[in-house]
T-cell receptor, first 115, second 111 residues
Framework: GAGVSQSPRYKVAKRGQDVALRCDPI?????LFWYQQALGQGPEFLTYFQNEAQLDKSGLPSDRFFAERPEGSVSTLKIQRTQQEDSAVYLC?????????????FGPGTRLTVL | DAKTTQPPSMDCAEGRAANLPCNHSTISGNEYVYWYRQIHSQGPQYIIH???NNETNEMASLIITEDRKSSTLILPHATLRDTAVYYCIVRSGGSNYKLTFGKGTLLTVNP
């Protein structure tokens, strides 16, 4: 079956531009996560949705980062006025259950390069 | 979530067992041990998880010490496609859903 998909796979932005990154989770998955992965590092948590509710946004690095999931399915991560330090791979993951020890399924990521 | 310690890199010969260690000495009673791996240019992939008993699935085995302060992921017959960064993560099974990744272990399987 279809896994988590993300688009675009690659994005180049000039410093100061706004970008929008899309995540299509696995159908029926309640939970959706965004992570940021800098070069040579492990992924770092950004934000978490349960259906359409954003329950945790403690990892968003600044108010330039905004995420939404209005209908509890597709999610968009928006970065305003991009800076060079925003260059990273942005990973989306989804999982089925609300709580417990369920695995997260990751998409391939969007590689953002800010020039 | 408790912190984990892993060696930065390991090598393994193709066809041999790969044993990847992880220390998590501050793990608490309700925290699970998870293993994910990330092949180059892909998203992380779930491998296995456990609470206190040893676990086995089609990909790997997870051995957790009795005191739960360390664990070992075993790939019984490593192939070249197992070359990846392997992450050991300790996570509560309750309301704290996020995964806290460290730097992991780069496993290189050599022909």
């Amino acid at each position: 079956g279809a896994g988590v998909s993300q688009s675009p796979r690659y994005k180049v932005a000039k410093r100061g531009q706004d970008v929008a990154l899309r995540c299509d989770p696995i159908s029926g998955h309640v939970s959706l996560f965004w992570y940021q992965q800098a070069l040579g590092q492990g992924p770092e948590f950004l934000t978490y949705f349960q259906n359409e509710a954003q329950l945790d946004k403690s990892g968003l690095p600044s108010d330039r980062f905004f995420a939404e999931r209005p209908e509890g399915s597709v999610s968009t991560l928006k970065i305003q006025r991009t800076q060079q330090e925003d260059s990273a791979v942005y990973l989306c993951a989804s999982s089925l259950a609300l709580a417990g020890s369920n695995e997260q399924f990751f998409g391939p990521g969007t590689r953002l390069t800010v020039l | 979530d408790a912190k984990t310690t892993q060696p930065p890199s390991m090598d393994c010969a193709e066809g041999r067992a790969a044993n990847l260690p992880c220390n998590h000495s501050t793990i608490s009673g309700n925290e699970y041990v998870y293993w994910y791996r990330q092949i180059h240019s892909q998203g992380p992939q779930y491998i296995i998880h456990g609470l206190k008993n040893n676990e086995t699935n089609e990909m790997a085995s997870l051995i957790i010490t009795e005191d739960r302060k360390s664990s070992t992921l075993i790939l019984p017959h490593a192939t070249l496609r197992d070359t990846a960064v392997y992450y050991c993560i300790v996570r509560s099974g309750g309301s704290n859903y996020k995964l806290t990744f460290g730097k992991g272990t780069l496993l290189t399987v050599n022909p």
